[in-house]
């Protein structure tokens, strides 16, 4: 069963924040936190709330480059009627990342920034011990870390990045870590055809031959292959579980013309684009 306390929010949250302190500095984030008060006396549930806060600091932690910060802050609404508690993060916009917060009463809702991404929880001031306790708990929660599957319209497979990086979870957990950093910077930077290994090699803050060995060892291909290898691997799950034309296709995922972006599809997977699209068009029709 799942209490409700009424207690400090603010030793709270600066209590959970510094306990992240050394995850955060293992993989070179700077974690702060901050608060417009000294001392809040709020009705909360514990439990849920530090399980939506662990999840997505972690998941941040995780997914942004070297020398990124996390800033996690309280303060008071405009009528001192709410708290508002804000997980902001500089370097990438990660509202395109998928389960990055656990889903219960204490959900929060994102926003992109110029340079990163805020996310943003109200927790009301009055009335808080009338909010239902709920004891179920999200199906995500029982799915590896980072695995996502793809296929919902059609049938189901998984990622080839992602399967990578479930693997490495198991006995290389650092160098799982490493990699989803750079899958989640290939991402967030999909469209923008100017992302090359330049540009990732700069995200990571890292040398061009640092890069490319630690890539090398890790899965056999330098860096500018295996950015296009995710773009193709984005292309051919939009072909299958979108309706956009192949044309919004390739330029959603940085291919400069569609002749090329024909060219290497086939290239790796044996069939043109438009083919692919045609033979889709009699199954939304069943």
Avoid: W
């Avoid at 110029?114 to 199906?139: D, F, K």
């Avoid at 695995?147 to 693997?167: C, G, M, P, V, W």
């Avoid at 870590?177 to 899958?183: C, D, E, R, S, V």
């Avoid at 640092?210 to 292309?235: C, D, E, V």
């Amino acid at each position: 069963m799942i209490y409700s306390s009424n207690a400090d929010i603010v030793a709270f949250l600066k209590g959970l924040t510094q306990s992240l302190h050394p995850y955060a500095l293992a993989n070179e984030v700077h974690l702060s936190f901050s608060s417009g008060m000294k001392k809040q006396m709020v009705q909360y549930q514990p439990f849920l709330l530090s399980q939506s806060l662990v999840q997505l600091i972690c998941n941040m932690i995780n997914l942004l480059p070297p020398k990124s910060k996390i800033k996690v802050r309280i303060n008071y609404g405009a009528d001192n009627q709410n708290l508002t508690v804000e997980i902001e993060n500089t370097s990438i916009n990660l509202i395109l990342v998928n389960e990055i917060a656990a889903q219960s009463i204490y959900s929060f809702i994102g926003n992109p920034l110029s340079h990163g991404t805020i996310y943003r929880l109200v927790l009301q001031l009055q009335h808080m011990a009338s909010v239902p306790i709920q004891t179920t708990n999200t199906s995500t929660n029982n799915l590896p870390q980072f695995y996502r599957e793809i296929q919902k319209r059609l049938h189901s497979h998984f990622n080839q990045a992602d399967k990578l990086i479930a693997t490495l979870e198991q006995n290389q957990p650092h160098e799982a870590a490493f990699m989803q950093k750079i899958n989640t910077l290939i991402k967030v930077n999909l469209e923008d055809e100017n992302f090359d290994s330049d540009a990732l090699c700069k995200a990571m803050h890292m040398s061009r031959t640092q890069l490319f060995r630690r890539l090398k060892s890790l899965i056999r291909q330098a860096p500018a292959i295996y950015i296009k290898t995710i773009r193709l691997q984005k292309a051919k799950e939009m072909l299958e579980t979108t309706d956009f034309t192949v044309s919004e296709i390739a330029y959603k995922t940085g291919f400069q013309t569609i002749s090329h972006f024909s060219k290497i599809y086939k290239k790796q997977y044996g069939i043109v684009p438009s083919v692919f699209r045609q033979s889709k068009k009699p199954a939304t029709n069943e």
